[in-house]
């Protein structure tokens, strides 16, 4: 009964844990290495730094690795069902961090491959493993989640107004003025419309230029959508405050805080304080 | 009594229904087509792809067009009333996405037309129809609809603005800095206020860089008032939305729309659609 | 007591009333005139259609502000407390309309001058007098009125951060890369929080691209200051309700759709369908 | 008893008291005489000014010390806790406020250090002290504070996306079209992220500007989230306003602040400070 733990259990507690002690500090370390690692990378990708300190940079880059695929290993050494780890999404994550410098060692010349240097900083989708467990995160990815439909009708609109204006431009200003193309008409669009405004194109004639006058202010009305969407959707989940004590009858969560039966079965919730 | 549905009910059935089988994916069969339709319209207005596969490009416009027609003709075939269909919104939008390219067999040249070939990118609207159908848009149509009379009050403070501020700079910086005509610079203050920014036109002198930043900081506030409006409206549409239904028991109100039994009292809720 | 009403009241009600027909009707030729001048304005002022039509726009300034000095003496005549009216915001904006015209026709020269001439495009605030009788309006500057001290607790909060990173800039970025003084990098800092962005100075080196990137999501939190407090201030005049019944014995106002009793003497509120 | 307050107390009251008439006259010259010194500080940033008056402004410079010098002393004097105050962040911006003109006084040459200079412009920090009485900051603030936690999710998830778009344009673009290096693409995404848009760097492929098209889409959706989270919070703190007494006589809650009698009943609400 009170039998000691195994390794492979004490293992699991600090790599996996997050609560307590050891299993946060574990994490914290990671995070720190993780960044550590990703600003190496944007260091060397600077030409006048690679030229001078490319070495140092890779030979830390193979100490970061080393450091990676320990952790992978023991992550699959100690988790209980490691098929399901393998090739989960965090699971394929933390192989990606590690193969593109083994393929840069073991075939000759992919280290100068920029894809292959590239791919090393999705490793920063690492640090989103951690986020996972914040409950803030759940909150926002609940509203968004549940404002899903009410999005996507909003990103249909937003197309359908920057392939209208953008197609509309292309006739007034032509490709004499920037608007080159269809395609280009609608990047300049969507650059106009998000507010964005790089300048790279703009409208030359004076029809054009009322044309865009007009598209900015249509924008304007459409930056309201999204915010107003999940503005009702946090403060719904906020007044919501659902309680998380279960139903001892049908076994169901997600009843409010003042309810005193279950609205799925009717039998009598637990009492809480 | 069970007498078979004719051909035309059936037809009617797949064309215009949206939620069973058959019909839902029609529809969505439909959207592809429009969708890929656009964006050969898209590769077509590229010069270099339309002087290579121009041909080709030309060949799929008119089997899209002649899917169209079909389409067309079917739903003029089997819908109960024809020339309410054929007038309405969507009735055009139909035919305006086919026009274009018989214009452009028929008369010699019309195809060279630049606004012949521009209007067949209206067809994207008929995606709108399909948008029709969802409960999402509704909501987000209705919250709009009764923020109208706030939104136009808030249109009619951003035009005052953009003229005062248009003139001002118009007075300050004048033609030598670009601001050439008071519709340039109404243009200028349009770019500003809603935060898109080009810098194809930007105040050079330190008087009108003070009131330039003035207007950016104004426009801050005039952001908040759609947002806010489209808020408080969503919110109000989305408390609107809890069930209206009583318990019979207890006769207390709040209960959620998926509630069975009442929260408060254990009683069974009367059976709603 | 069935006496007719004075032609001075009858003009009084088709001038200065909003509701019925005639006032209506009146109103909404005022605004169509009101319009059409400030159009001719921007006409005017390029400097191709001033070459072309100046003399013809000219004419057509001086029947508008005919026109505008017939309503203005009209009001003059009709109103009750003449002096209050003639000192009043609306009745020195129908001055502003008019006089710009008067100097430029009496003062040899003053035609010419580019002050007053864009002072006429102060008229365009006449439309506001309109604005001023319609609800929405009142529910919006009374929600900018409420909250008027966080507003300004906000303004005072981005000129600080304004101030700190333009400074930063100058001193990092300095004269060479367009930060040439104090004012020109505040300049910057506006254009950049408030995500114009021309692009007329942007930062060149690495340390001032860093800087500014944090300026930018700092600037982030800021946008949402604004919207939220103006979201959170129409959400509860929206859910305020406040009826419009008065209290027969103190005569106070703002009370709540529910009450029935006068929250500041304790009367009982009369009774309310 | 009626013992007369020491001077000592009674400067206490002038330099740190707010509310009554001395204190909030010393507060409101305080405050002028720090816009005008930034204001000088500014002046004497642009070098034409500079040239001319530069001597009239550093005698300026030496007034304001002086004035910032003898307050500072005087606080020093008066407050019961002098250590503290010193250490306190106020009482170090105040020193930091006069400290930068010592230097150039009795170290040669400090004067012309740029850093030196820049250094006073932290004295607009001493107007953040005034903001610190005022309630509406403090429900500002509350708010930040609260979600604090959910902005932080957001950053964390801002600068993935960052990291991620401006890796994938730093390998789709190249250093030909100015993404020359990893940090300077992800420069490029937070110019382009948070719509801020310069146009110094833009993309010039056709899969690039597909790409940014893509960020900017995404980057809608993102600024909603600290909107929508500051809104909720906003909301619910404005509620929580809503007064906690209860009603002697019916038990009811929810009275307004300013209700001296239940709305409900009529009777008088127990008097709270």
Redesign the interface.
Known sequence: MSQKPSLKHKMHEVIFGTEKGPGRNFDIAVIIIILAS?FA??LD???AINAKYGHLLFTAELAFTFLFTVEYLARIYCVPNRKKYIFSFYGLVDLIAILPTYLSIFIPGAQHL??VR?FR??R??R??KL?HY?I??H??LR??ESSR??????????V?LV??FG??M??IE??GNGF?????S??WA???V???????I?PQT?MG??V??MA??T???I????????????????QRQISQQQCNSCKKLG??K???????????LPVTE
């Open positions: 990703v990378l944007f990708s600077v030409a920029l894809v590239i900083v999705l920063i989708f640090i989103f986020l914040m803030e995160a909150v926002l509203s968004l439909h009410k999005i996507s009708v909003f990103l249909v609109a937003v359908t392939i209208v197609s509309l292309y006739l032509g490709p080159s193309s269809l395609p280009k609608i990047y969507v650059v106009t998000t507010t964005v405004g790089y300048g790279d703009a004076a230029q009322a865009a006058a900015m202010i924008s304007y009305a930056i309201a959508i999204p915010t107003g969407i999940l503005s009702a959707e946090l403060i719904r989940e906020s009843h409010d003042n309810a005193n039966y279950c609205k799925y079965c009717g039998a009598q």
